[in-house]
């Protein structure tokens, strides 16, 4: 690169969400028999404030954009509360479970599709794994994505344990 250039940063691309919940074939059976699938208020109003402080800490979080009340729905609760819609922003959407839906129905090759595209698109290429210690041989690239993600996952528990002041004896 010489000093006339410009290094070009990869455009943030987020996928958004919303919390009304379903009944889908992925979550059957995690509503209770008496859940209603509805979210009141009061408990969007926590899930945007506690998502965006969280986030102030550095620890890393989907992002609440907009929170929507829905005027003509409600829901019982300890009383009849109003309903409202939380819609949340990330990178990807991709969890640990994304991975365990389909390696418990035992399906290799999607799984292997998941995790090409986590590398491609999640990660931005083969790059920027992590490279293999110094006394191992060649390790392969779903390998070193995993490793990626348990690096990723311990220091997100990390900072959440530092923020809630947890003393643990392991």
């Known amino acids: 690169m010489n000093s006339n250039s410009k290094a070009v940063a990869k455009p943030l691309t987020l996928d958004l969400r919303t919390s009304l919940r379903k009944n889908t074939p992925e979550k059957k059976g995690t509503l209770t028999d008496d859940s209603d699938g509805n979210a009141v208020l009061r408990s969007s109003i926590r899930e945007f404030l506690v998502s965006e402080h969280l986030h102030a800490l550095g620890i890393p979080t989907t992002r609440a954009l907009a929170l ?3 005027p003509h729905r409600f829901a019982i609760r300890e009383s009849i ?12 959407w991709i969890r640990i479970g994304t991975f365990d839906l389909f390696r418990n129905r035992g399906d290799r090759e999607t799984t292997r599709k998941l995790a090409e595209y986590c590398i491609r698109h999640v990660f931005g290429g083969e790059q920027n794994l992590p490279v293999p210690r110094q006394d191992e041989k060649e390790v392969n690239r779903f390998e070193r994505l995993y490793r990626e993600i348990c690096v990723r996952n311990a220091r997100t528990v990390a900072k959440w344990l530092d923020a809630l002041r947890c003393d643990v004896d392991w």
Do not use: G, K, N, W
């Not at 509360?81 to 990807?92: D, F, Y």
């Open 81 to 92: 509360e109003p309903c409202a819609i939380v819609c949340r922003m990330a990178e990807s």
């Open 68 to 70: 929507t009340v829905l």
